[in-house]
């Protein structure tokens, strides 16, 4: 199959073209050998179908980043067809220097001109065939985001992919031109295919073409003995650079007309909105806002604060399908609305028909009919009545992601970040967090110091996932029920906060003890705004919906059975027919010896006799956190007859929820409950997140710590949080060791100076 590769700058427009070109055959990998992600898919209106290869996005093709060197890689060493190269019309030359480089390489090659639609809106022009003619290579005007002019570029590139090309440079007639077609001559006569390419790298003394040719070196080395620059030294590389954007201003400025009269400056609508977003008072505080806005209208079944001014079943929908499904006293908020009308139409009618069925069929052995009711559907109706939250979740932060908003954060966070030892680009990471973890880790790979990167790694757990969400979630709505705090979104919004500042104080704990070192500079550029295309947002919803149920009916429905297995039998192996005894199965045993653990974190041996169910959700959600409430699920099915003997005011049949169950018969308090948010939140996380961070970890020693600083983390913060909660005068106490830490630390610093 013929195979094009998509290479430009990052937010210039190329994943977005992407998706519109693959649609639906679209999927996603990781480059062997390396954890970034590699996406490709099929388009498939041309004369033969074409495999579209998605590369990294990049400022340039020297080994800087891991993006940069598998972009490399894959145009010299897969050789694809043609390269479409994606520019931003909008920062044309800045673009461009990705360019100069690419069609140094010995392949074929079409220059994607993006984003026309908001130059023509600036009243900007571009001469497409004046720069088409200017620099050797097809020039076709689209807009990735309208799908424009996407037929022609595949058209053109088609037949560009069908003629060899040979690689020419714009340093041709510059300083180091000689020296350049010389090398290049010595690289010909070694057979190396794209010797332009690797010949402009060797000049640059590029380390991978360096080790690779290093015969060649001595050639670049004599040449530097006769040869000294005013400005530049013999810093080739800077010369080189210098070099290209020179030609660029002199050669292709003239292709661009801008509609700004003499004399005047113009200022965007970026710029404008910029002036408000990233005000260096309300920036942070406009973020905050931002934030709580999209927990409460996923969460909140108040969405209006309205619930005073109604009874408390004030319902005008009363007697059809959507009783108690919008209105309860007040207006639920969309994501409300849309949980309870997936739960009490969609998951809830479709499990019990198949409950229902299940337990119709005659012969079938009780055994059975627990596994597939109480272990099985149990445990699944509990994790995935969370998922249209999650994908809301989901979609927000990623409208705040394409809209080009996230990186003004990271901007604005820079000042801040910088007194607790990161730079901004840290946050980009961090903030990726929210959606998975395991990209976030790969991402601190565009950290260049490696004490920066570690202490990011470790905090990323900290900046909840999706996983996490019916953690929150189940709890925070427990917690609703049982207290004065009517706002889950409030109680959830609170938690993602709490980690979000549990990150910020580790690592200003870690920057100032074991990992101190100097900030280094943060260079960013912020795209201009821009309008989140509907179909891509809905390619990443249904690409996370898809992982999200593929998890649910493969991991956590193993955890769910295994669960129920371990509650329904005994040490002798026999199933335990009275559902009241419970206690004796190997689960409760299990749980009732880690239990007291958990004590000092309020959901230990205080709890009596079913206390253990909490120590052992906590334990299973070291394998997925989505096991968390699927052990919940499981275990509430498992146990309703003996909590229901037990606990008279307990129905499990009447619709209480697993964990309002759970927290009934245990007797869990709030500060407990919290305390357990907090620890599912901080401590390990998943077993892929492990993974990851054991790959990214620079050695043993380092990962082994990270797993310890997990560990004590979770537990410090949980235990405040309970103990606090309980005894509010022991916050005295707590403040005491805090101010003996500080105080230690600036005394250690003071004399231990970094040299």
Known sequence: MIKFALAGNPNCGKTTLFNSLTGSTAHVGNWPGVTVDKREGVYKKCAEPISIVDLPGIYSLSPY??????????????????????????????????????????????????????????????????????????????????????????????????????????????????????????????GVSSPLFHSVKLVEMDEIETEAHSDCVKMVEAFKKTFNDDIFGTDFEAMVADGRYKYISQNFSSVLTRNVKKGEERLTNSDKIDKVLTHRIWGIPIFLAVLFAIFHLTFSENFLFLGGFFAEDWDPLKRTWFEGLIFNGGIFSPGVMIFNVWNEIIVGKLFGLIGSGVESISGIAPWAVSLINDGVLGGLTAVLSFLPQILILFLFFSILEDSGYMARVAFILDKLFRKFGLSGRAFMPMIMGFGCSVPAMANTRTLADEKERTATIRVIPFFSCGAKLPILTAIAGAIATMSSIKNPDIITYSMYLLGIVVAILSVLLMRNTTMRGDVPPFIMELPSYRTPQFKSLMMLIWDKAKHFIKKAFTVILASTIVIWFLTNFTWEWKMIEDKTAVSQSILASLGRFIQPLFTPLGFGSQLGKYGWVFAVAAVTGLIAKEDVIGSFGTLAACLAAAISVEVADIDIDGGVSAVQAMVDATGATVPGLISFIAFNMLTIPCFATVATAKAELSSKKTFNLTLLFWIGASYVVSAAIYLIGTWPLTAIIFAGVVAAVVVGIVLYNRSHKIA
């Open 65 to 190: 980043t891991p993006e940069e060197v598998v972009s490399r890689n894959f145009i010299l060493d897969e050789q694809p067809d043609c390269v479409i190269n994606i520019v931003d019309a909008t920062n044309l030359e800045r673009n461009l220097y990705l360019t100069t480089q690419i069609m140094e390489i010995d392949v074929p090659m079409v220059i994607a001109l993006n984003m026309m639609d908001e130059v023509a809106k600036s009243g900007d022009k571009i001469d497409a065939k004046k720069l088409e003619s200017k620099i050797g290579l097809p020039v076709i005007e689209i807009s990735a985001l309208k799908c424009q002019g996407m037929d022609e570029l595949m058209e053109r590139a088609y037949e560009e992919s069908k003629k060899p090309r040979e690689g020419t440079t714009v340093l041709k007639h510059s300083a180091l031109g000689h020296l350049i077609g010389d090398v290049k001559i010595s690289l010909e006569g070694k």
